[in-house]
């Protein structure tokens, strides 16, 4: 029996023994319009309308379902061209694409329930690990969409996989259990959409082939241990994964772009403490293998690589928040003059005037090796508690072989609302 369907089917079993009048139903929507301009190109990036519906069921037995759906019309369909091929998502993980400017999708679809003390949720769904904001250190269980790059809310740009979630209830804490056997990776759009981050020397000829892990074979299972101790948010993380970024190699034979992908062992942890109006977080990962290329010799290079975030949040000051971030990564084996480690800096600052109806806040992430940079600026205005004006700008800078400056070109303005009911 495929995967998946072990999921599912627990799922349709219930509802056909639970009788309809003992499910109340809730509903709420979520409409966004926006459109985003880049100035250095002259185009428009987007010109989108985005549905988000959301239906909650809950029964009389304590049993809750919960389905999200997930529709958008893009008017420009530059961000990710045309009906694309979808290599990088197992098949009930896909989207539908009804039109070249439109797609549909399935974003969440679990079952709640209490098994005794224990809580279980089984289907589609994003499982978070970790402290950091934004930066991936323990936070892998769900691959990422880069349809936008890293520009979209992280919630947005997790892929929901179909996984099975147990919570355990222990003396001094909770113990999380985890299985995944959804081998969709993270999804990068294909060579010549906005933010592609597949490099193509073949000059649109070449022929994309990705050698995804199979579904339930190549299953993830993580285990978390997590406790409150002397002021102190502590857990402890255990993943055995496949990485969802791939390593990239070309075949100029066939011109073939082949992305693959390993696994392995990801054992790290976090700490967090609020001091006053100060709150200091960490988190610290070391995955057993990881793969890179030389690009002298085209070689493969294995190495353990170590990660972690330190970060401190202030609060102090009436309507203020201010959030910083420091992030490393370290490759243990490196060759020539490779440098073994990349740093990023982060700073976050919001301000919320006019009784909260009006929001501001400013992103940055610098990136200290290359020495380039992101900076996200963004205005929310709450007309009412139904509609939200939105306006902002994301800014790249830096080298063009960098990790934002490679960007720099597709600079964009944007503007938009949300309506909900």
Do not use: C
Not at 148 to 176: K, M, Y
Not at 243 to 250: N, S, T
Request: hydrophobic content about 40%; overall charge negative; proline content about 5%.
């Amino acid at each position: 029996m495929k995967p998946v369907r072990m999921l599912i089917l627990p799922i349709i079993w219930t509802l056909l023994l639970t009788p309809v009048r003992a499910a109340e139903v809730e509903h709420a929507s979520l409409i966004e319009v926006e459109a985003a301009y880049a100035p250095e190109v002259s185009g428009w990036q987007k010109q989108e309308i985005v549905w988000r519906p959301e239906w909650i069921a809950r029964f009389e037995s304590g049993m809750r379902l919960t389905l999200i759906g997930e529709g958008r019309l893009d008017a420009k369909d530059e961000l990710d061209p045309g009906r694309p091929d979808q290599p990088f998502r197992a098949g009930l993980t896909q989207k539908s694409f009804p039109g070249d400017h439109a797609d549909v999708e399935l974003r969440e679809f679990y079952l709640d329930h209490y098994v005794g003390d224990a809580f279980v949720r089984l289907g589609k769904q994003q499982i978070v690990w970790g402290q950091a904001d934004g930066l991936r250190v323990l936070d892998v269980l769900n691959p990422l969409s880069y349809r936008e790059f890293i520009l979209a809310d992280i919630e947005h740009r997790r892929i929901p996989l179909w996984s099975a979630l147990t919570e355990i209830p222990l003396d001094n804490g909770t113990a999380q259990v985890v299985w995944i056997p959804d081998a969709t990776v993270t999804k990068s759009t294909l060579p010549g959409a906005t933010y592609s981050l597949i490099p193509d020397p073949f000059e649109g000829e070449g022929r994309l082939e990705v050698d995804r892990p199979d579904s339930f074979a190549k299953s993830d299972f993580g285990l978390k241990l997590s406790t409150f101790q002397q002021g102190w948010d502590l857990s402890l993380n255990y993943l055995y994964h496949t990485i969802d970024d791939p390593l990239i190699q070309f075949d100029p034979s066939e011109q073939l772009i082949r992305a693959n992908y390993n696994r392995s062992h990801l054992i790290g942890g976090t700490a967090s403490k609020p001091v006053g109006d100060v709150t200091f977080r960490s988190e610290i990962g070391l995955e057993s293998e990881k793969r890179s290329l030389d690009p002298a010799t085209g070689q493969v290079r294995k190495s353990e690589v170590a990660s972690y975030v330190l970060g401190l949040d202030y609060s102090g000051f009436s309507d203020w928040f201010i959030s910083t971030q420091f992030f490393q990564t370290y490759r243990f084996s490196t060759e020539r003059d490779e440098e073994p480690s990349n740093e990023q800096f982060t700073l976050l600052v919001r301000r919320d005037a006019m009784n909260n109806a009006l929001l501001l806040e400013v992103l940055g992430i610098y990136d200290l090796n290359n020495r380039d940079s992101l900076i996200q600026l963004e205005a929310e205005y709450s007309v009412s508690t139904n509609v939200v004006l939105r306006t902002g700008a994301d800014l790249f800078f830096g080298k063009r072989t960098g990790t934002f400056g490679q960007f720099h070109d597709e600079s964009r303005l944007s503007a938009g609302f949300t309506l909900s009911f």
